[in-house]
T-cell receptor, first 115, second 112 residues
Framework: DAGVIQSPRHEVTEMGQEVTLRCKPI?????LFWYRQTMMRGLELLIY????????DSGMPEDRFSAKMPNASFSTLKIQPSEPRDSAVYFC?????????????FGSGTQLSVL | QKEVEQNSGPLSVPEGAIASLNCTYS??????FFWYRQYSGKSPELIMF????GDKEDGRFTAQLNKASQYVSLLIRDSQPSDSATYLC????????????FGSGTRLSIRP
C-alpha cells in the first residue's frame, strides 16, 4: 500500500484565493482526519470522518473552511477565501476501526503559504 | 485549559542518558494514550500506545500512565542522536473514543 497520499505537497497562494487540499486514505481505513500544524498552536484536529460521514467538525476554525469525503478513497479540505493566518502544514491521516490504540497513518502533509 | 499539555522544550539530554518526557490531559475519562515522534519536516509516526495504568516497555522506550493524576510519560533509555525529534502526546478523550487530540509536542535534542 502506498500509504496516505496528499496533494499538493506545497501550495503558495495569495490572500483571497481558494485553496483545495486533497487526500487519499489507506484502502480499508474507515476513519479520516484532517489536522493543521503550526509552531504556535501545534497539531490541531480540524475535522474527522467515519465511513465518509463527518463526525466532528468542531475544530474547523471558521466558515471559510469546509471538508468533504465523497467516497472512501478521497477527501478534500477547502479554504475560501484564504488568509495569511491559514499558513500551516495540513496533514491528513487515516486509521482502521476496531481495537483500542489503532495507529494513525499520516500523509506527508501539504505546506500552505498564503501571501 | 488545553486538553493535552506538554512542555515545549527544548529538552537537551546527553547521549546514553535517559530522556523523560511528560504529558498531562484534562479529560479524566480518556481511554487511550499515544506517543508519536516527528522528525523535522516529516509526519508524525506512532512509537508507543498505552491504555492501562502502569508501565509498558518496548525496546528502549517505556510509556507510563497514571490515570488518577492524569499524566502520561515516555522514557527513552540509552538516548541516541537519532532520537532527536519532537515527541507528541495524543489522547482519545472520553467524549469520543474515535477522536485523537494531540499536545503541542516536546522538542528533544540528544547531544553527543
Amino acid at each position: 500500500d502506498a500509504g496516505v497520499i496528499q496533494s499538493p505537497r506545497h501550495e503558495v497562494t495569495e490572500m483571497g484565493q481558494e485553496v483545495t487540499l486533497r487526500c487519499k486514505p489507506i484502502s480499508g481505513h474507515d476513519y479520516l482526519f484532517w489536522y493543521r500544524q503550526t509552531m504556535m498552536r501545534g497539531l490541531e484536529l480540524l475535522i474527522y470522518f467515519n465511513n465518509n460521514v463527518p463526525i466532528d467538525d468542531s475544530g474547523m476554525p471558521e466558515d471559510r473552511f469546509s471538508a468533504k469525503m465523497p467516497n472512501a478513497s478521497f477527501s478534500t479540505l477547502k479554504i475560501q477565501p484564504s488568509e495569511p493566518r491559514d499558513s500551516a502544514v495540513y496533514f491528513c491521516a487515516s486509521r482502521a476501526s476496531g481495537r483500542l490504540g489503532e495507529k494513525l497513518f499520516f500523509g506527508s502533509g501539504t505546506q500552505l503559504s498564503v501571501l | 485549559q488545553k486538553e493535552v499539555e506538554q512542555n515545549s522544550g527544548p529538552l537537551s539530554v546527553p547521549e546514553g542518558a535517559i530522556a523523560s518526557l511528560n504529558c498531562t490531559y484534562s479529560d479524566r475519562g480518556s481511554q487511550s494514550f499515544f506517543w508519536y515522534r516527528q522528525y523535522s519536516g516529516k509526519s508524525p509516526e506512532l512509537i508507543m500506545f498505552i491504555y492501562s495504568n502502569g508501565d509498558k516497555e518496548d525496546g528502549r522506550f517505556t510509556a507510563q500512565l497514571n490515570k488518577a493524576s492524569q499524566y502520561v510519560s515516555l522514557l527513552i533509555r540509552d538516548s541516541q542522536p537519532s532520537d532527536s525529534a519532537t515527541y507528541l502526546c495524543a489522547v482519545n478523550p472520553n467524549s469520543s473514543a474515535s477522536k485523537i487530540i494531540f499536545g503541542s509536542g516536546t522538542r528533544l535534542s540528544i547531544r553527543p
